[in-house]
């Protein structure tokens, strides 16, 4: 498959959307433009609006403002049969008295089409989800991921032109949704079909995703790559809500182009800018560090001279497998700061060089009390407005 044309008319374009459910505002003012063949998923909190959203899309809720345009054509009054989409829903709706195949089949029944396409559309589905093996089992003899992907097949087989996903993998265990979310973004990858994905798990929208949308409170946070959510938040929401972060207090020095110079703790740092706008020169305000990002040093360890640096104590440490992660009370820190240091086969992997983190590779953590030196590269802060 090509990648998604970001240059031409959007697929899917949301104008103003809202919807209130008695005295609640569940989407306020939601707008998004969806480019065809793309990834796009609705990342936020339950209860945030993401799902009465897909189901605007869908035809289920008809909101009240804004209007839903798919394929250049506006589908108010439309129902969902006539909008061209098609659903999987997070409980799956199989229906239990039929077997794989009947099941994939029934929408092409339903719609009326003849026998033998009928019978060459679902075979293709099957053999696409590698579930032709399986096509006279019932839902009770599958596992929760072959059912998944019966959902899917029983979507896909009636070609919609949009494919709308509301959590479909948050009944899996932890192992199957990794499995499956690699084989569902190959299949949509091969496939083409635009996709519009609701999901609160944050490691599932990163992975998944050309274009992520964080929402809260019924309103869009921001809407970036994945990448750019992640290195670049648009707000503290979004810091917080994608990812882990540390907060540091500053103070504007002087505004570059995609940078901004503080001072923190009577120190210089570089911070990157997320987006356009600028804060002024004496402006206070908050920069964010990714866990990674932070390089931890033992007391008393050599610190290249052009890093912010703070003295901290541990405070408490995990083991996540490919890395240990470190609590640490900072010195003039009112929170408590998160550090991940990788792990990797053989002990240190550096002598304390401007770039590598001194206590990567250690093979024990360091013990609760132990006293360290934590440091910031230029750019590795990022502005938060």
């Known amino acids: 498959m090509l990648a998604p044309d970001r240059n ?18 569940a989407v306020t003012d939601f707008s998004l433009e969806v480019p065809r063949g793309s990834f796009t998923t609705l990342l936020g909190p339950s209860g945030c609006g993401k799902t009465t959203v897909l189901r605007m899309v869908a035809g289920f809720v008809e909101p009240d403002a804004g209007t839903v345009s798919i394929g250049g054509v506006d589908q108010a009054g439309r129902p969902p049969n006539l909008r061209g989409v098609g659903m999987v829903f997070q409980d799956y709706a ?20 003849p026998n033998a396409e009928l019978r060459e559309r679902a075979a293709r589905a099957l053999e696409q989800l590698d ?50 979310r690699a084989e569902l973004r190959e299949l949509q990858r091969q496939l083409g079909i635009t996709t519009l994905y609701v999901t609160h798990d944050q490691d599932e929208a990163l992975s998944l995703s050309d274009q992520l949308v964080v929402m809260n409170e019924g309103r ?18 979004v ?6 972060a540390n907060l540091l207090s500053v ?11 503080v001072s923190a703790a009577g120190q210089d740092l570089t911070a990157c800018l997320p987006d356009e706008r600028t804060p002024k020169a004496g402006e206070t305000g908050t920069v964010m560090v990714r866990p990674e990002h932070v390089v931890l040093s033992e007391a008393g360890a050599h610190v290249p001279p052009d890093t912010w640096r703070a003295s901290a104590v541990i405070a408490s440490h995990g083991f996540f497998g490919s890395f240990e992660r470190y609590w640490l009370r900072v010195e003039g820190a009112s929170e408590v700061w998160l550090v991940d240091v990788p792990l990797v086969s053989s002990g240190f ?16 953590a360091l013990t609760i009390g132990s006293a360290v030196t934590l440091s910031l590269l230029r750019g590795t802060a990022s502005w938060l407005w």
Do not use: C, W
């Not at 959007?10 to 005295?23: E, F, Q």
């Not at 810091?239 to 882990?244: H, K, Q, T």
């Open 251 to 261: 103070t504007v020095r002087e505004v570059g182009d995609g940078y901004v110079n």
């Open 131 to 180: 579930l032709t093996a399986l096509a006279e089992r019932y839902p009770h003899q599958l596992s929760g991921g072959q059912q998944q992907r019966v959902a899917l097949g029983r979507v896909m087989v009636l070609e919609p032109e949009v494919l709308l996903m509301d959590e479909p993998l948050s009944n899996l265990d932890a192992k199957l949704r990794l499995r499956l």
């Open 349 to 364: 992997t550096g002598s304390g060089s401007t770039a590598t983190n001194e206590l990567k590779g250690r093979r024990t």
């Open 8 to 25: 031409s008319t959007p697929h899917v374009r949301l104008t103003g959307l809202g919807k209130v459910y008695g005295d609640t505002r």
């Open 220 to 237: 869009i946070q921001q809407v970036a790559a994945p990448q750019r959510v992640y290195a670049g938040p648009a707000n503290r929401f």
């Open 94 to 113: 199989l229906f239990p008295h039929m077997s794989v195949l009947k099941n994939v089949e029934y929408g092409l029944r339903r719609h009326r089409v």
């Open 239 to 244: 810091a917080e809500f994608v990812g882990l």
